[in-house]
């Protein structure tokens, strides 16, 4: 046995029954392009020369970096694993890699950036991730393309001609050892990303095989997303900035493990001047609509080049930990609700198939009562609370007069009698105990 093929994954690959267990994870990007403050493609959009860019890095001073407090505020907010870029695409490093001058080591800071996150989140009980840009507009042979800074600049095209993807491929095994060597247990590996085609990157450049390969051996149970561009490859699969509509399937309609990852505004980096910030109540909505379909929840944190999370981002994970830390049970080991229960209208359910009990969240409060339909409730439901505080919620047959109100050929099995006014969360959630 390798140790890679293990009970809950796929054949040949890990086993996710963590990561499904965890629903809830942070994402973390952190880079000298948050000192530009304005997207971490900033040196992409604006095509900046590297005497241009370098500035950021020649700046880079995160003395407010605490990252005992970050894995705190992730853990409050009911985080179960981060994920953070130890490169992102500008190939800036956030550890002390042999490989580059590139790194936080050479900032004025001159300090290692990652390994006390990495101690900081796992002391605090968090599950370790890393991203890693197949992407480098800083590599010296990574070749010229559709999205490289220097798309446009006179004769820099004419130089990839003395590039060499070999070269760079093998600079990021090196480091990829560096990362699944020095850091311990490593849980998740996030590559980004493939762009095959035409003035694009896929698994010829990255030699994607042997990137693979040399993850898997290292740290056999690492979880690897699918951005590879390795048909097959991969624990999870990585729906970006939306909400898939229904569970995903694979090409069999099996079910796939998959993680949505999101942000707060539209911007990875810290985006100081953008202001379309989700309120606490879409990112849970997010949280549990993922839930609901099988899936997880990646939420992005931005923080500053001084190191901290900026308030906004604060006051949003201050505010889902809020309501996680009275509903986590219909969100850690849930997943979708059995078939034969039908969602009632303007709510999402979660299954906890362990325990038994079913979770019928409510995004819009009701007139009094909620109607459950089919049998499968009549049958089976022995008893139901509101989770955020286990009152009952009364159960009733409803009357011959209301189910006439509810339409031709529809008939409810169990009524919920609610209050009128709507409990004091943000999403209230009625736990039902089935038999
Ligand atoms: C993308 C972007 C990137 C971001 C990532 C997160 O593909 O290139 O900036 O890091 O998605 O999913």
Redesign the pocket.
Known sequence: MTGTTVMGGREGQADTRWFTEARFGM?I?WGTYSAAARH??VRSHEKMSWEEYRKYFEHFYPDLYDPEEWAELAKQAGMKYFVV?TK??EGFCLWDTQYTEYKATRTPWGRDLLKPMVEAFRAAGLRVGF?Y?L?DWHHPHFTVDRYHPQREEAGERAKNAGRDMRIYAAYMRNQVRELLTQFGQVDLM?Y??SYPGEDGKGRADWESEQLYALTRELQPQVLVNN?LDLPGVGDFV?P??VQPTSALVDEEGKPVVWEA?QTFSGS??YYRDEYTWKSVRQLLWMLIDGVSKNGNLLL?VGPTARGEFDERARARLRGIGEWVRRHGRSIYGCGAAPQEFACPADCRLTYNAKARRLYVHILNWPVKHLWLEGEAYKQRVAYAQFLHDASEVQMKRPEAWQEAQMGKGRRAAVCLELPVLKPPVEIPVIELFLK
Do not use: A, M, V
């Open positions: 994402f990007h971490e493609w870029t992102h695409h991203y840009s992407i996030w980004d990303f951005r990585t970006e900035q990852c990875w980096g992005n």
